[in-house]
Each structure stands twice: as C-alpha cells, then as structure tokens.
C-alpha cells in the first residue's frame, strides 16, 4: 500500500461514499418497512350505522361483528366522540357550530383487526350486516405505502449494485498497482512453487483491510448523521415513526462492514488472476 | 529418465520462430550445458524445460507427464523440485541477503525456526556466511549471483535451471560459481545451465547440447562444439 498512497486514499474514500450511500439506502428502507408495518398493523375497520337503529340493534349488530374471523377488538365510537376525533384532525373546537348545531355524524363500530391480511375479509363481511350503511378501511394507503417502498427498494439496489462496482473497481487499481511493483516476487515465488492461495493470501488481506477501513469510516458517518437526523425528523414529522439508533446500530455495523470485507475480497481477486497464471 | 522433448519447437507471438524439432533426454544426475551463439534458443529452451513457457509444437515430458496437461498441484510440485538461477538473478532489491534466500523457504510454507536454521547453513555453503543481513544491492555482481544459486538450491531440487549464470561475471568468479555447481551435481542434483562460455565448457568436459538457430545441432561429451 506504501508505493501507491494516492490510488489507496481514494479506494478508500470511495468504498466510504459508497458503502455511507448504500447504508443509507438500506436505513431509509428499514424505516419504511417499520413505517409500513406500523400502518398496515394500525389500520381499522370503521363501520357506520343507520341512524334509526336501536339500542337491541347496536348490540345485535356488535354481536354479529364480533363472530366474524380474523376481528380482534370492536369498540364502539357514538356520533358525539365521532365529532371530536373530527375537530380534533381539522384542529377546530367549533365544527358543530359551523355544521349549523347538528351533528351529522352517525353512530360507528371502529373494528381492529387479528392481521393485516384479515382487514379486507372483515370489510366484506360486515358490509352485509344488516343496518349498516357505510364500511371503510384505509384501502389503497398501505398499498401505496408498500408500492413506495418497493419503488425505493428497486432504486436503492440499483445505486447500491453501481456503487459497488465501482468501489470493486477502484479496489482492484489500487491492488493491481501493489501487485505490478511486486510482479518479480509474485514470479519468483511461483518458480519457487507457492500455491497460488499462498501468493493471494497478502494482496486478499490488502483488499479487504481497504474495504473495512472504508467501511468503518461509512459507518461512523451514518452513524453521526443518522442520530441527528433521526432527532430532528422526530421533531418535525410527528407521525413518522424512525428506528431508534439502538435498533438499527447492530445490523447497520454487520451489513457495512460485511459489505466493506465482501468489496475488498472481489477487489483483490480479479486483479491477481492474470499474474497467477505463470 | 527425468526430461524428454519430443519434436520441441516454440514460436512467439510476434512470429519469431525460437525452436524447432529438439529432442532430448535429461537423466537423473546429468550435469548438462547448453550452448550456442545468442539468439540461438538456449534461454527459450531452459524457459520451456521449467515451465515458464509452454509449447507451440512437441511435447516436453517430465517424469513421463507431458508439461502442458499438468494440473495446478502437479505444476507447484515440478516447481518445488525445481531451481531456477537467471543471467539477471532476479534478486529483491530491497531486502537483506537473509531474506532473499529465505523468500525460497517461505513460498513453500516452511516454519520459521526451520528457515532460521536452514538460511544461515545455506549461505555459508555459498561462501557468504556472516553476510545475512547485508542489503543484496550492496553485494557485488558474483555474491549476487550466489544469493540467487542458494535461493535455487535451498528447498533441494531434483533439477536445477541456470539460464547464462556466468554471463555478467569476472573469469575467477564464474569459476566458483561452476565448481559450486559441479559439488551440488555431485550431491545427486540434476544440472541443465545455458552458456556461450566456451573456456568453462572446454574445461568441465561434460555433455554438451549445441544449439543453432534454434535447432539442436549436437549432442556429444566433451568440450565445445561450434
């Protein structure tokens, strides 16, 4: 590493960039993925019920909810708290006043389901319940959530693949200058009869020693980054909910530095094939 | 019998034609010299003989295994029972005599104590005792060239290579350098050394391989032949 210094700081600075983006990518994904679960897990069935129903056909209908598979808890949510979760949302104490004094809000079920995969059959079934007129459930926002996630993911891989590349690239330069001031003792230790493993062993550690000290460096940077961002996205975005660094520390450190190893060892193979064939 | 050509030739990349037709047998023991003008095939042959360069025609057999189909262990195996000393000894600049010659033991994975104990008993057989741990750029052109024979020699080779070893020495160090090949000889290894050194040749009367563009144009004992 000694002979080629400059060509060794920019492998270097190059697998920190791309390992500090490709953690990044894989952070960001991690938080949708919490954020989309969180949804999915959050999402409810609300029923609303005609307005000329009975006591008995509340409890007729609660009754019949409750039977159906896959509903864990049913609450009920009458017309006045109906009301308040609503000037609670548009943040204004006197809706019932702009609505002319009558609350037009009918009496509701809000239905919590076992799964996310069971909301969709519950609302099929308890649209057929006798004296409900409306159901709904957050159709189309999780699939959306998980359409972007998707979408990000694709991308993220796609950077992430190019990234490495040419962090692999940058990688095998820098080994192929060590390996081309070296050439004569590679030739003499193979006319000597080194195995080739015994010739590589040298040159694989350079690689993967280039990949975890630019690993190490992505990692304290994201580190650094992730805390603060993570604080101030608290701050501003209630609703989003970010991994604690605690949470995500642990598999971040195995997956850059895996990653910072895996790029060094590759880097270090190609070059070395042509001048182990003497 | 160790070595067989059959119907040997080599031609380069470029279009030069280095060897045609040879054919020889090398056995266990030989003490053999290649000589012939420059350009006359000497290196190129010596070069197919230990595997640096393969074939373009014929066949050159090594314990009755053609070279070109060995496996990778069978090639690392013909290079641990083989030395090679070049023209240009191919030293490491920029380490000690010690580790020149100890560079041999540790590319075939000796322990440490072992090459501690072998290196110094080597370089004193080469008459370069006391001189470990000189820098080989300090040496003079005959004490290179010895660093490079113990380098050969240390891991005991059933053959040994040397391709002009004379070529760039004084007339009384080429003789030491010759009688130290003839006492590893002597001690059972096999010899094959390329030189246009006529005295040496005459003097050591042995078998003697004459090359002439390219082609074999002797096989006698004795002394000189061009």
Redesign the interface.
């Known amino acids: 590493m000694r002979g080629n210094s400059w060509m060794t700081v920019a492998a270097i600075l190059t697998i920190t960039i791309s390992l500090f983006l490709c953690t990044f990518f894989w952070l960001i994904i991690a938080n949708l993925n919490a954020n989309a679960n969180k949804v999915e897990e959050d999402v409810r069935v609300m029923a609303y019920l005609d307005f000329d129903l009975t006591q008995r056909d509340y409890r007729n209908i609660e009754t019949q909810i409750k039977f159906i598979s896959g509903v864990k808890n049913v609450e009920f949510v009458s017309k006045d708290q109906g009301l308040e979760s609503l000037e609670g949302r548009f943040n204004d104490s006197n809706l019932l006043a702009t609505l002319g004094g009558k609350n037009p809000l009918p009496d509701s079920f809000s239905i919590t389901a076992a799964g996310a995969d069971d909301v969709k059959p519950i609302y099929d079934a308890v649209k057929k319940i006798d004296g409900i007129y409306e159901a709904t459930y957050g159709a189309g926002t999780v699939e959306r959530l998980f359409a972007l996630t998707d979408t990000l993911r694709q991308a993220g891989l796609a950077v992430m693949i190019l990234l490495c590349v040419a962090a692999v690239v940058l990688i095998a330069l820098s080994i192929r200058l060590t390996i081309l001031a070296r050439k ?2 590679i ?10 493993a ?1 010739v590589r062993w040298p040159f694989f550690l350079e690689g993967m020693m280039l990949g975890v000290l630019g690993a190490l460096l992505a990692l304290g940077l994201e580190m650094l980054l992730y805390s603060q961002a993570a604080a101030y996205i608290s701050a501003t975005v209630s609703f989003v909910q970010i991994l604690p660094l605690s949470q995500v520390w642990g598999s971040a450190t195995v997956f850059t530095l895996g990653a910072g190893l895996l790029l060094g060892a590759i880097g270090s193979v190609i070059p070395l094939a042509r001048f182990l064939k ?1 | 019998m160790l070595i067989q050509t059959v119907n040997l030739g080599k031609v380069y990349k470029n279009g030069i034609a280095a060897l045609a037709d040879i054919n020889l047998t090398i056995d266990f023991g030989e003490f053999i010299f290649l000589t012939g003008a420059s350009g006359a095939g000497k290196s190129t042959l010596i070069r197919l003989l230990f595997r640096e360069e393969l074939p373009t025609a014929g066949q050159v057999l090594i314990g009755g295994r053609s070279v070109v189909r060995l496996t990778t262990p069978e090639i690392v195996r013909l290079r641990r029972n083989s030395g090679v000393v070049f023209q240009d000894f191919r030293l490491m600049e920029s380490c000690s005599v010690f580790d020149n010659v100890a560079f041999a033991l540790k590319a075939v994975e000796r322990p440490w104590n072992e090459i501690k104990m072998r290196v110094p008993a080597m370089l004193e057989r080469v008459g370069l005792a006391g001189r470990e741990h000189e820098n080989v750029m300090h040496l003079s052109g005959g004490e290179q060239q010895r660093v490079a024979v113990a380098r050969a020699i240390i891991n005991n080779p059933l053959i040994l290579f040397a391709d002009e070893p004379t070529g760039d020495l004084d007339p009384k160090t080429s003789d030491e350098l010759i009688h130290l090949f003839a006492d590893i000889n002597a001690e059972g290894t096999t010899l094959v050394m390329a030189t246009h050194d006529k005295d040496i040749v005459e003097r050591m009367q042995r078998r003697v391989i004459t090359l002439e563009r390219g082609r074999m144009i002797g096989d006698t004992v004795g002394g000189w032949q061009l």
């Open positions: 004569k003792e030739m003499v230790m193979k006319w000597c009869g080194a195995t080739d015994f003497v």
